[in-house]
């Protein structure tokens, strides 16, 4: 009789794994969580940094170049995601800095490079940002493969 829990097994192993990564140190289990699932399964890991737009209306009397500051800001995460990339031996190819809304760049990541798991962290929100909602729960609901929301302390931002 053929054993389908083995079969199970073998369904369950993941080709190619992706990483969402918002840098934060509270979030370094995320990191090795991925990591490791990527090294047990033999898959590829890939990893994503979304850049969100900066949409300040800033009405006062002194100009603000919001480019200067897009351009600080994606040096900066180019400089995160290459230095992470190296710890977690993942080749350039596999590093996606993008820019737009958090969720909807992961997803199309995912969708576009056959992603069968997403790897996120989840915190225990509160105030507003439960009233909103969060990266890990739009996701959850929207993600065309399995998701792997792991836990991370609470963060106040
Ligand atoms: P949050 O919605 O801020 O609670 O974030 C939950 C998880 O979503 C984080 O632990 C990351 O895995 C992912 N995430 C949040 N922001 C980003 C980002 N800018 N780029 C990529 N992943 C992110």
């Known amino acids: 009789m053929q054993n389908r829990f083995a079969e199970d097994t073998a369904m369950s192993s993941y080709t190619h794994v992706l990483l969402a990564t918002d840098f ?4 370094i289990e995320v990191v090795q969580r991925a990591r490791s699932i990527a090294d047990q399964n033999k898959s590829t890991l890939s990893v994503i940094h979304v850049i969100e737009p900066i949409s300040i209306a800033y009405a006062g009397e002194f ?9 600080e800001l ?8 290459n230095q992470l990339a190296k710890e977690l031996s993942i080749p ?8 737009g809304l958090t969720e909807k760049e992961i997803l199309r990541v995912a969708d576009e490079e056959s992603i069968d798991l997403i790897v996120v962290g989840s915190h225990n929100k509160h105030g507003l ?5 969060s990266t890990a ?13 792991i836990r991370v302390p609470k963060i106040s931002k």
């Open 92 to 99: 350039e190819a596999q590093c996606f800095l993008e820019i």
């Open 137 to 149: 729960n739009a996701i959850l609901h929207h993600a065309p493969c399995d998701v792997l929301a």
């Open 63 to 71: 100009p603000v170049d919001l480019g200067d500051i897009h351009r």
């Open 24 to 27: 934060n140190e509270e979030t």
């Open 74 to 81: 994606e040096k900066q995460a180019n400089l995160r995601l």
């Open 129 to 133: 940002s439960l009233l909103l909602g």
